[in-house]
């Protein structure tokens, strides 16, 4: 019997439907083909407005409290945020400055950012790997950043966005081999 690997995703867009939200769902279901896991999403779409009033985690429901100790507690995070102005949202940063300082010391973390365009694409390693290596947590090597033009509407179109998706998913599950799925053999 293999323990299922606790990934938390954080979807960072306040919007819905959100192309982010779908980048997520993909990542998920890429990795949930090759490992055995336990997923929760944190939603910044229906936390944001509480979150927001709260200048210290003392001031937060119950509700974000227990989804920033899903956070801490993850075995592998998916960290993903739409781009706004060349950066991700406020919300978004607020959320991780509401972590516990040593939390995510070691955790892996596989980043993950959509745009309306390629340009800003580097916003993975402009915001986001510095954001996680403050924070101490192992930043897997191969984030994935959507265009809009990656989509057809809320769905990861063909292509390179599937290809990208397919290989963060091969490149993290060998870091987890514990909790590899078993595949059956058919003669």
Known sequence: MVTPLKV????????QPSRTRVLVEALLGALEERLV??????????IAR??????????LPAEIEAQLADIESADLLI???????GSFPGHFKHL?????????????????ATGGSERHALVLEHQLRPLFGFLQALT??????????????????NGPLQERIRLAADRAAPLFA???????RVA
């Open 8 to 15: 938390v995703a954080v979807n960072g867009s306040v919007h």
């Open 37 to 46: 896991l336990d997923t929760r999403v944190v939603d910044l779409s229906e």
């Open 50 to 59: 509480p979150l927001g009033g709260a200048l210290s985690r003392e001031e």
């Open 79 to 85: 960290a993903a945020a739409p781009v706004y102005r």
């Open 96 to 112: 991780f400055d509401l972590v516990g300082m040593n939390a995510l010391v070691d955790t892996p973390v596989l980043l993950a």
């Open 140 to 157: 897997l090597p191969i984030g994935v950043y959507a265009s809009t033009a990656d989509f057809d509407g809320y769905q990861v179109g």
């Open 178 to 184: 514990s909790h590899a799925r078993q595949l059956l």
